[in-house]
């Protein structure tokens, strides 16, 4: 990343920058420490190479993301392959040709949540009979299609989920009363943005 360095010029405790609106790194000269600060750097590095900020606001921002549920029914009728077993969810094995009851995916955002049948309940893991391939809770719909194939039917939803919000911490120092403060921004305690 290019990193804008100071000119020479130093205007009272600050040194100048070229016209950008924002820099990658910056020099700080003030009664509380110098140095170079850089974006990336914690909040303590900051403070300890600049001092005390004039104002410090702090909040959090919640956020949202949206969330792919999906429903994938492999229909009943399929028949377990000779010594196999086909969906194993207890010590209940499948016999050689046992019809398989409908089997049910949950998958979240192309992962498969959980297994379930409605003669066995839940289970951790299914062994697809047409192939004999087994898979997992954690496995991705890709992994599900080349296990058992393409599902008889499909539900599809979308929703919004709540993820963990960001702490932003918006410093200024303002050196004097003919300037513009010095602004930085900071995420969850590392330096993002640096407005001269």
Known sequence: MFKQLCSLTMLLGFCVLSPLAQADSYYCSTQGGNGYINTGDSIQKVQTTCGAPTTNVQQQTPTTAQQQNESWVYSAGMTTPPNTNGFVISPQVARTNEVVPAI????????????????????????CPTTGQTIQIGATTDQLVKACGEPTTRDRSTQQVNVPAHVVNTWSYQVNSYSKPLILQFQDGVLVKIQP
């Open 104 to 127: 049910t995916f949950q998958i979240v955002n192309n992962q498969i949540t959980s297994i379930s049948s409605a003669n066995h309940g839940s289970a951790s893991q299914f062994r």
